[in-house]
């Protein structure tokens, strides 16, 4: 009986472990900005920890006389570990920030990666000392090696599925400590297990007996099936993380899944069918193994064409299709164990458990060494994929080693066959064959980083895809005018900017909007090299060649913030997708504070969000967070975009803008402000950023991630409730024109702009709840009040334009019809072409080549202008 009592304190102990393992790769995935390096680095250390513990307990435990007492010891102390976990990553962090100067991206990688694996492997090894020790107990009892081992791993899958439940409730501190009481719990409970039953560690031993090992060649290569399933698991991490849901979640269903299909393989296996199935496993696991990847286009469609109620629905179902393709691989990979265990047995009960031990070391180092090849070397050589046919072929031949039909090796071609048509990516057409079903492939590049993409439309316009489902850019011309808003609101609002440091690149389509400017001194900083080599490639016709005249360094804009000496006059933080773990740290209290300090004397840092990427109250934290850095901060909302502006010292308002534009020549002016004129963006002022005291998002203390991915699985009143908390913040004419320093003089202009931004806003809330009679009279009050508004005017075009075909067709002649829409936006892409067409039929061949010019002026990539 106490042997089972043993089993499950045994399983409560795996819970806790892997449970720490996830909680400690989220942190240090925030911490690293890459949620790869995070899981790289903690399963290395975690699995190498384990592996060393076991192989030293091996030779240990036969002098132990009391292993329950010294496992519990061992419990308390990586309890307290835990426990203590947040202040020592901070230190860690304070630490390493002395000396972020020295070496690039790379060599800070390196370093925060060597010394965070010295620091997991110290608890790993704890825990991995505990596996022989509990072994040693169960000797010659009704538990048997496979039982204990499935126990373990089944207790190991729900602590990996545990803090997907403790985060948003508790935030990471909280819930590490959580789980550390439940280490606290194991080790009493131990303690009392060991007062219960008096240990025999010594029976069958002499003062001569000692520890035989196995054959090298046993012991790597099953080192090899280790690495080799570690490689599977961050490979499909990587590839299942792309298609179905963020990276950090498919990690927690990924490794519970690789669990339970581990116990259940453990706990199936039947002894007397060792040398058989041995001689089978090799082939079924690296089968399966590539018919995931078969798998994949189906696992595509079903994903982009399934609707979820929530989060945990989304979670419980793609985890039951992650199953169906991984299943058999774990099953097998968790029956290795047991059976080799078995298959090396001998009589001596106390050499019978050491081979058990010295077989799970071996293991859990190669697996150490399969997540650092992994993550640092085959998936940027040979992306995820490839991954996983190396993997497979590796456990195909690591396997081997125990087959002694020289048969079975035929197996190797039905293995090769299934890898061969799989080993690279299918292509985006493929993956997202309802949204992306057009286009083409250009371009793709994987890193550890990501995995980015440039497709192309069937319309000639591109896009750049990070990790597949995220679109970070568009050629598309409205696209580029929003991201070229991006820098002329940040530099239009500084009297005489003489520099700009943009903290993310993308497309470079944002720094774009910068080059009016002369001699503007430009620094780019970008993480994705995929990314800068796209804007070097395939983006230079829409960002206007702005990459040869700006200086662009590779790096973390955090890591970026806390080397560079330099300052700037204007700071740029470029768009991203804040739900994603570790990006929501560029929006942080600390990230803020980094920013102000790299300013000059009237410097100013600029902030975009997208809207429809937060809810009320998320927005509400990252504008409390930004004005605890900078007090002075306001607001400007651009289409659905906010800017959030942080001076260093004072904002110079309307006086700045007129200074800013003076300098300039009368075509330097309408390019810097797009055309629009500078009561324009003036008119898009929101007020000064006032939240309160309340929650603000910490580095240490992350909120956003927790919260924002349930956004994507709400019933859709988010945007239309932002919007409405915004317009009910936004200030009055008299109290902005106060704030913004415009003169009486000047009060009609404004009024006019400020107005017309206001109605458009009401009119997009109109629309959002499906008032569009109500959203249409909005707008068209909104035109005659600024018909220089590019959001306003464009917003009013394209609902004429959605009307061409119907008033046509009522009679009405074509060409007063286009010209109508042209004459509220001349550059209506849209209009333009068929004003193109239309010339061509009638023969208008001069009049036809001028639309034409236009049509490649405003759409360069557009295909048929």
């Known amino acids: 009986m106490w042997a089972w009592s043993l089993a499950i304190v045994y399983a409560l102990s795996g819970m806790a472990a892997l449970s720490y393992e996830v909680l400690w790769a989220r942190m240090l995935s925030l911490q690293f900005g890459v949620s790869i ?141 959580l789980v550390a009481i439940l280490g606290f719990v194991v080790a009493v409970m131990l303690v009392l297990l060991s007062r219960a039953v008096k240990a025999e560690t010594c029976e069958h031993t002499d003062a001569g007996s000692r520890t035989e090992w196995l054959a090298t060649r046993y012991l790597l290569a099953y080192a090899g099936i280790g690495a080799a399933a570690l490689m599977l698991q961050v490979a499909w991490t990587r590839l299942f993380g792309m298609i179905l849901l963020r990276t950090e979640y498919v990690m927690a269903v990924m490794l519970a899944i690789f669990l339970v299909g581990i116990a259940l393989g453990s706990a199936l296996v039947r002894q007397r069918a060792s040398q058989r199935w041995l001689s089978l496993l090799p082939m079924i696991a690296a089968s399966f193994a590539m018919l995931s990847l078969w798998g994949l286009p189906l696992l595509a469609e079903w994903a982009e064409h399934t609707e979820y109620e929530s989060l945990f629905d989304a979670l419980w179902w793609q985890s039951i299709a992650l199953v169906l393709l991984t299943l058999p691989v774990t099953l097998a990979l968790g029956g290795w164990l047991p059976l080799l265990a078995a298959h090396h047995q001998v009589e001596d009960a106390v050499q019978s458990r050491s081979i058990g031990a010295q077989l799970y070391g071996a293991n859990s180092v190669g697996a150490a060494l399969g997540a650092i090849v992994t993550g640092f070397l085959l998936l940027p050589l040979l992306g995820a994929p490839g991954t996983i046919v190396f993997a497979g072929l590796t456990l195909f031949l690591c396997g081997m080693i125990w087959v002694k039909s020289p048969r079975l090796w035929l197996a190797a071609l039905l293995v090769v066959a299934l890898a061969l048509p799989v080993v690279q990516l299918p292509a985006v057409n493929v993956l997202l064959p309802r949204t992306q079903a057009d286009t083409r492939d250009l371009f793709r590049y994987e890193d550890a980083v990501s995995i980015t993409h440039v497709i192309e439309r069937q319309d000639g316009q591109r896009l750049l895809l990070g990790d597949l489902q995220r679109m970070d850019a568009s050629s598309d011309p409205a696209a580029v005018v929003a991201q070229m808003n991006q820098a002329r609101l940040p530099l239009l609002l500084h009297p005489a900017p ?154 110079g308002g309307a006086p700045a803008v007129l200074a800013n534009l003076q300098r300039l020549s009368e075509k330097q002016q309408a390019a810097v402000t797009g055309s629009e004129g500078r009561w324009s963006w003036l008119g898009r002022f929101w007020g000064k950023i006032n939240e309160g005291e309340g929650v603000v998002q910490d580095e240490w203390a992350p909120q956003l991630e927790y919260a924002l991915p349930r956004l994507r699985f709400s019933d859709g009143d988010a945007l239309p409730q932002l919007l409405l908390s915004l317009l009910n913040q936004r200030p009055s004419l008299p109290e902005a024109m106060a704030l913004l320093q415009v003169a009486e003089g000047e009060r009609a202009a404004f009024e006019r702009s400020y107005v017309a931004t206001g109605l458009a806003v009401q009119s997009w809330l109109a629309s959002l709840q499906g008032d569009s009679r109500e959203a249409q009279r909005l707008m068209r009050f909104a035109y005659e009040a600024n018909p220089e508004d590019r959001w306003i005017g464009f917003d009013l075009a394209d609902a004429m334009w959605v009307t061409y075909s119907n008033m046509v067709a009522q009679g009405r002649d074509e060409r007063q019809s286009l010209q109508a829409i042209l004459q509220v936006r001349p550059d209506h892409e849209q209009a333009l072409k068929a004003m193109w067409q239309l010339e061509l039929r009638e023969g208008n061949l001069v009049q036809a080549e001028a639309f034409r010019a236009k049509l490649k002026a405003i759409s360069p990539l557009g295909r048929g202008s």
């Not at 240990?60 to 007492?69: A, D, F, G, I, T």
């Not at 230190?91 to 020295?102: E, N, Y």
């Not at 410097?603 to 002075?632: C, T």
């Open 37 to 177: 390096f995070g899981i790289v680095v903690t399963v290395s250390a975690f699995m190498a920890g384990l592996g060393g513990g076991s192989l030293v307990g091996a030779r240990m435990v036969q002098s132990l006389r009391n292993p329950l007492l010294i496992l519990a010891l061992l419990e308390v102390a990586v309890a307290l570990f835990a426990w203590f976990t947040p202040q020592l990553f901070q230190a860690l962090d304070l630490w390493l920030g002395v000396g972020v100067a020295g070496g690039g991206l790379t060599q800070w990688y390196a370093l925060q990666g060597v010394v965070v694996f010295l620091v997991l492997f110290i608890p790993a090894f704890a825990l991995g000392l505990g596996f022989p020790l509990v072994l040693s107990m169960i000797t010659g009892s009704a538990v048997s090696l496979s039982k204990i081992y499935a126990l373990n791993t089944l207790g190991g899958a729900l602590g990996a599925l545990l803090p997907l439940g403790l985060l948003p409730l508790f935030g990471w501190t909280v819930s590490i400590r």
């Open 498 to 651: 003489k520099s700009v440091l943009f903290l993310g690149m993308g497309t470079a389509i944002s720094a774009a909007g910068s080059l009016p400017y002369p001699g503007l001194a430009r620094t780019g900083v970008e993480l994705s090299q995929g990314a800068i080599d796209a804007a070097a490639q395939f983006f230079q016709p829409v960002n206007g060649g702005v990459m040869e005249q700006m200086h662009i360094i590779r790096d973390d804009a955090r890591r970026f913030l806390r080397a560079d000496d330099g300052h700037y006059d204007v700071i740029i933080g470029d768009l991203f997708h804040p739900d994603l773990v570790g990006r929501s740290a560029l929006l942080s209290v600390q990230q803020f504070e980094r920013a102000k300090q790299r300013l000059n004397e009237d410097g100013l840092f600029v902030q975009w969000l997208a809207l429809n990427q937060f809810d009320a109250r998320s927005m509400s934290i990252v504008l409390r967070s930004f004005e605890q850095v900078f007090p002075q901060a306001v607001l400007f909302l651009d289409g659905f975009r906010v800017g959030l502006v942080g001076p260093r010292d004072q904002f």
